[in-house]
């Protein structure tokens, strides 16, 4: 290849780095993934170090991140915030040491001590506090000039804002990832990509109160500039960091020799999966602080540190169609039907393509030969086209403008969050309209959390949609028994126990009614507020004849989002259809005051895992009876954690991890027995 192909070649690889970051950085989204992104990074790299003549100022060797938006005041920061180099392999690790040991002219037989830090996927900042009080924060930006966020960055509660340990320095820059736990994200999974992308939005809000609505949460791991630091090394400083209030990684720990750095790896790898937060890896820092100061920098990289990267699951395979599933709420998820695969010893048939955005980017097309991605637990996905095996008579698929179910538009809703319009298309039909979304909203109507009829599953839903027996939740109360009773698979003493579940559940309390009718962004907690706000089933009913929309923004924890949503609810005649039916069948109770002074007082618990004779819907509702309160994730918030059979180890973990109290279920009935 000429010299002039080679720059062409260089050039094009710099021009799409500087794309992406821009996209990363400034416009919060990760348009490729993370080993794609340092695949194209070490090309530029390895070309620059087989061709000399090449040079870039936009060089990943020379260039941290992307220069600061305009939306935010620049400020420099007093120490570089510098990148790490990567390492993918033991050799990678091997040959890390071997040029320390180098450097310092010592021999191979020395032992020197790493910090092993799992890698936090967020976003880095850097805080600084002037005796004691935070004075700022910044964003990393380029590496040498950062945003001020400190607006924001001061309404997360694992931020200090005071520190008054005797030891804490004069002057210093704390840095740390702020991030998205994997159990708050779920609540904002429809708004963002990804809790990365989740962090960083609501980190460049111009108003802090929008940034305040989001859970951030921070952990801190280094320093930049400091004045009275006493400390020699870095293990040392991670434990002061927990003494003045910071929250840390409880994965760091304390190694030497490479040998045990691979074994904490592989045993961190098999943990992630199963903890709340995403970590695409583990950091590695010489611990002594003096040595650290003798190895310096190289580049744009402290000599003393590198980033080990976190290995997927892969494989090849070929696309034999595209479906368009449709969600609850109306949205589109287009899924790859693959040739089956083997991944990590996991038989895989389907992967998901995210949304529109990420079929056009990637160019995907039904017959492409494909690399299909599985890590961890993560749904399978589609990393990238074998260009040169695409057929001849290959197409570009088209993502449907019009709902496939119903044929109405499809459309991309304005997100106030990001000030964009959301990834995600939807279809634009409300209520029943629109079949797909009929199935999805009464397997909603019946599931554990809603009415909880005991043998009306998903797939009963299904069947009985084929067969015309229900299309309304009310159909499902006025069932033809006999039809049924003459159904494969079904006889007189399976349909007895079905009509007796299905009566069982005339009688339901307001809360789980409301819930149960599936309106957009009206989860459980939200339904339990709404519940209380109108007292009765009719009060609820004649919201649009009262027209009190806007006092519903009056209530702690209900939003706009939230009030549209009921708005658009009420709007659509068949929602109201349905509305009066079941208010005819079924018996709703009216909301009750919540009992103050119950056993369970100021209590907190959250269930994992498959109790025994008891939903966990039954045993949330004693726990409120008896004025406990029940709570979505492991946080220092909890104090009891209620598991039954097959627990989820990673709400497990942390809670050992937070001291937490865990109980068995029988455990918390003895808990009522003794307090009744």
């Given at each position: 290849m000429s010299n002039e192909l080679i720059q062409k070649e260089y050039k094009k690889k710099i021009k799409s780095l500087v794309y992406y970051?821009?996209?990363?950085?400034?416009?919060?989204?990760?348009?490729?993934?993370?080993?794609?992104?340092?695949?194209?990074?070490?090309?530029?790299?390895?070309?620059?170090?087989?061709?000399?003549?090449?040079?870039?100022?936009?060089?990943p060797s020379i260039k941290v991140g992307f220069k600061p938006s305009k939306t935010f005041k620049k400020v420099l920061h007093k120490v570089p915030m510098l990148s790490l180099a990567n390492a993918f392999s033991e050799e990678d690790l091997f040959n890390f040491e071997k040029k320390i040991l180098n450097?310092?002219?010592?021999?191979?037989?020395?032992?020197?001590?790493?910090?092993?830090?799992?890698?936090?996927?967020?976003?880095?900042?850097?805080?600084?506090?002037?005796?004691g009080k935070l004075k700022s924060g910044l964003s990393r930006g380029d590496g040498k000039e950062g945003e001020d966020i400190t607006s924001n960055l001061s309404t997360i509660k694992d931020?200090?804002?005071?520190?008054?340990?005797?030891?804490?320095?004069?002057?210093?820059?704390?840095?740390?990832?702020?991030?998205?736990?994997?159990?708050?994200?779920?609540?904002?999974?429809?708004?963002?990509a990804n809790p990365r992308n989740a962090a960083s939005g609501s980190l460049r809000q111009k108003n802090p109160d929008d940034t305040k609505k989001i859970p951030l949460k921070f952990i801190a791991y280094t320093f930049g500039f400091e004045k009275g630091l006493k400390i020699n090394n870095q293990y040392e400083y991670l434990n002061k960091l927990s003494e003045w209030g910071f929250k840390t990684n409880p994965l760091n720990r304390l190694i030497t020799g490479i040998k045990n750095l691979i074994k904490n790896y592989n045993e961190v790898e098999k943990k992630r999966a199963d903890l709340d937060f995403d970590i695409d890896g583990i950091v590695y820092k010489v611990n002594d602080f003096a040595l650290q100061k003798r190895l310096?920098?190289?580049?744009?990289?402290?000599r003393w540190a590198i980033a080990h990267k976190f290995s997927s699951n892969k494989a090849?395979?070929?696309?034999?169609?595209?479906?368009?599933?449709?969600?609850?709420?109306g949205a589109l998820t287009p899924v790859a039907k693959i040739k089956p695969i083997n991944i990590g010893g996991v038989l895989v048939s389907n992967a998901t393509l995210h949304n529109e955005d990420e079929i056009s980017r990637k160019d995907i097309r039904v017959g492409d030969t494909v690399i299909v991605e599985r890590a961890g637990d993560v749904i399978p996905h589609i990393l990238s086209v074998d260009i040169k095996k695409r057929p001849k008579n290959s197409k570009k698929f088209i993502f449907p403008k019009n709902c496939p179910s119903c044929g109405s538009k499809t459309i991309k809703e304005f997100n106030s969050i990001t000030k964009k319009k959301d990834a995600v298309r939807r279809c634009s039909s409300e209520g029943y309209d629109c079949d797909k979304i009929s199935i999805e909203k009464?397997?909603?109507?019946?599931?554990?959390?809603?009415?909880?009829?005991?043998?009306?599953?998903?797939?009963?839903?299904?069947?009985?949609?084929?067969?015309?027996?229900?299309?309304f939740p009310q159909d499902i109360f006025k069932l033809d028994y006999d039809r049924i009773e003459k159904l494969d698979g079904w006889g007189k003493l399976s349909v007895e126990n079905l009509k007796y579940s299905i009566n069982d559940k005339k009688k339901i309390s307001l809360e789980k009614f409301i819930y149960g009718l599936g309106i957009r962004h009206i989860g459980l907690e939200n339904a339990k507020l709404l519940s209380k706000y109108f007292g009765s089933f009719l009060n609820f009913k004649d919201l649009p004849i009262n027209?009190?929309?806007?006092?519903?923004?009056?209530?702690?924890?209900?939003?706009?989002?939230?009030?549209?949503?009921?708005?658009?609810?009420?709007?659509?005649?068949?929602?109201?259809?349905?509305?009066?039916?079941?208010?005819?069948?079924?018996?709703?109770?009216?909301?009750?005051?919540?009992?103050?002074?119950?056993?369970?007082?100021?209590?907190?618990?959250?269930?994992?895992?498959?109790?025994?004779g008891i939903s966990?819907?039954?045993?949330?509702?004693?726990?409120?009876?008896?004025?406990?309160?029940?709570?979505?994730?492991?946080?220092?918030?909890?104090?009891?954690?209620?598991?039954?059979?097959?627990?989820?180890?990673?709400k497990v973990l942390n809670a050992k991890d937070l001291n937490i109290k865990i109980i068995d279920q029988n455990q918390f009935l003895k808990m009522l027995d003794k307090t009744s």
């Amino acid at each position: 290849m000429s010299n002039e192909l080679i720059q062409k070649e260089y050039k094009k690889k710099i021009k799409s780095l500087v794309y992406y970051n821009q996209r990363y950085y400034n416009g919060n989204i990760s348009e490729i993934s993370d080993f794609e992104y340092d695949e194209l990074k070490n090309e530029i790299l390895n070309l620059e170090k087989k061709y000399k003549f090449l040079k870039s100022k936009d060089s990943p060797s020379i260039k941290v991140g992307f220069k600061p938006s305009k939306t935010f005041k620049k400020v420099l920061h007093k120490v570089p915030m510098l990148s790490l180099a990567n390492a993918f392999s033991e050799e990678d690790l091997f040959n890390f040491e071997k040029k320390i040991l180098n450097f310092l002219s010592q021999t191979t037989n020395s032992n020197i001590s790493y910090t092993a830090e799992p890698k936090i996927d967020g976003i880095s900042a850097s805080l600084t506090y002037l005796n004691g009080k935070l004075k700022s924060g910044l964003s990393r930006g380029d590496g040498k000039e950062g945003e001020d966020i400190t607006s924001n960055l001061s309404t997360i509660k694992d931020i200090p804002k005071i520190i008054s340990s005797k030891d804490f320095p004069k002057e210093i820059d704390i840095r740390g990832e702020v991030f998205i736990s994997k159990s708050d994200f779920d609540i904002l999974k429809e708004k963002f990509a990804n809790p990365r992308n989740a962090a960083s939005g609501s980190l460049r809000q111009k108003n802090p109160d929008d940034t305040k609505k989001i859970p951030l949460k921070f952990i801190a791991y280094t320093f930049g500039f400091e004045k009275g630091l006493k400390i020699n090394n870095q293990y040392e400083y991670l434990n002061k960091l927990s003494e003045w209030g910071f929250k840390t990684n409880p994965l760091n720990r304390l190694i030497t020799g490479i040998k045990n750095l691979i074994k904490n790896y592989n045993e961190v790898e098999k943990k992630r999966a199963d903890l709340d937060f995403d970590i695409d890896g583990i950091v590695y820092k010489v611990n002594d602080f003096a040595l650290q100061k003798r190895l310096g920098f190289v580049a744009n990289a402290p000599r003393w540190a590198i980033a080990h990267k976190f290995s997927s699951n892969k494989a090849v395979s070929e696309i034999i169609d595209i479906d368009i599933q449709i969600g609850r709420t109306g949205a589109l998820t287009p899924v790859a039907k693959i040739k089956p695969i083997n991944i990590g010893g996991v038989l895989v048939s389907n992967a998901t393509l995210h949304n529109e955005d990420e079929i056009s980017r990637k160019d995907i097309r039904v017959g492409d030969t494909v690399i299909v991605e599985r890590a961890g637990d993560v749904i399978p996905h589609i990393l990238s086209v074998d260009i040169k095996k695409r057929p001849k008579n290959s197409k570009k698929f088209i993502f449907p403008k019009n709902c496939p179910s119903c044929g109405s538009k499809t459309i991309k809703e304005f997100n106030s969050i990001t000030k964009k319009k959301d990834a995600v298309r939807r279809c634009s039909s409300e209520g029943y309209d629109c079949d797909k979304i009929s199935i999805e909203k009464l397997k909603h109507f019946v599931s554990k959390e809603a009415f909880n009829i005991d043998g009306f599953g998903k797939k009963i839903v299904e069947s009985f949609w084929k067969l015309n027996l229900i299309r309304f939740p009310q159909d499902i109360f006025k069932l033809d028994y006999d039809r049924i009773e003459k159904l494969d698979g079904w006889g007189k003493l399976s349909v007895e126990n079905l009509k007796y579940s299905i009566n069982d559940k005339k009688k339901i309390s307001l809360e789980k009614f409301i819930y149960g009718l599936g309106i957009r962004h009206i989860g459980l907690e939200n339904a339990k507020l709404l519940s209380k706000y109108f007292g009765s089933f009719l009060n609820f009913k004649d919201l649009p004849i009262n027209n009190k929309y806007n006092d519903l923004a009056n209530i702690d924890g209900i939003g706009e989002t939230q009030v549209n949503s009921i708005k658009n609810f009420f709007s659509n005649r068949l929602n109201l259809k349905v509305l009066n039916e079941l208010g005819k069948i079924l018996s709703i109770n009216n909301a009750t005051a919540k009992i103050k002074n119950g056993s369970l007082n100021n209590k907190t618990f959250l269930v994992t895992g498959k109790l025994d004779g008891i939903s966990r819907a039954e045993i949330k509702s004693l726990i409120e009876e008896n004025s406990g309160t029940t709570v979505s994730s492991v946080s220092k918030k909890l104090n009891y954690l209620i598991i039954g059979d097959k627990p989820t180890k990673r709400k497990v973990l942390n809670a050992k991890d937070l001291n937490i109290k865990i109980i068995d279920q029988n455990q918390f009935l003895k808990m009522l027995d003794k307090t009744s």
